[in-house]
């Protein structure tokens, strides 16, 4: 098992939850506790407006990376706004959801106002994640969806290291025929179809290639 990477100064001056875990910036509290699973309320609209990390709060600078999942480099849409890159690395090492493919998503006991995203969302822990550096994302207001642009830096994790290029295609190939029915279900289904081809293309000079070894980052 890969150790814990070092939190950020800015992820450890979070305040903790009863086991000892920072809480991020966008997650609800609820009756004093708080509930991972839960947005804060207006956290996406504020997070935006004030330009503050997704996960400490802070102030973002110029370059802000999106925690994603393998689809999300396809179809380049993130529900959540983006974070500082050292805080986004940390939870993409260190968020246990993220990083152990085993766990599952806990839906049950919701409060009955959480969030649902808009957009097609993919509910399964696609167990590879990745950190999704871009100057040019922005918020689509019309779906509630950020695209997150093009990267100028992308970087694939799983189990809390560095992901293989089997794991990733793994991954990927395991989710695309989600996006496929979904292009067969439009109404110009040719177009979309040719769309989805592109935008894979796009996707694969984007993984890490056949000589790829994992690593352990310090
Ligand atoms: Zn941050």
Not at 75 to 93: G, K, L, M, T
Not at 197 to 217: I, Q, S, T, W
């Amino acid at each position: 098992m890969t150790a814990l990477p070092d939190m950020p100064p800015r992820i450890a001056r979070l305040p903790r939850d009863h086991a000892g875990r920072p809480v991020p910036w966008f997650v609800a509290w609820i009756d004093g506790a708080p509930d991972f699973r839960v947005v804060r309320a207006g956290g996406v609209t504020d997070a935006v407006r004030f330009r503050c990390c997704w996960l400490c709060g802070d102030r973002l600078g110029a370059n802000a990376a999106f925690v994603i999942g393998p689809m999300c480099s396809i179809n380049r849409v993130s529900p959540e706004p983006p974070s500082h890159r050292d805080c986004a690395d940390y939870a993409a090492r260190a968020c246990p959801f993220l990083t152990r493919p085993q766990m599952r998503r806990r839906t049950s006991n919701l409060p009955d106002d959480a969030v649902q995203p808009d957009g097609i969302m993919i509910a399964r822990n696609p167990g590879v994640a990745l950190v999704w550096t871009s100057r040019t994302w922005r918020l689509d207001r019309q779906y509630g969806l950020f695209d997150v642009g093009d990267p100028t830096d992308v970087r694939w994790y799983a189990e809390g290291r560095t992901a293989t290029r089997a794991e990733v295609m793994a991954s990927i190939d395991s989710g695309l025929p989600l996006l496929r029915a979904e292009a067969e279900k439009d109404p110009r289904q040719d177009l979309a179809l040719a769309e989805l081809d592109r935008l894979y293309a796009d996707a694969m000079r984007l993984v890490p290639g056949e000589d790829h070894m994992p690593e352990v980052v310090q």
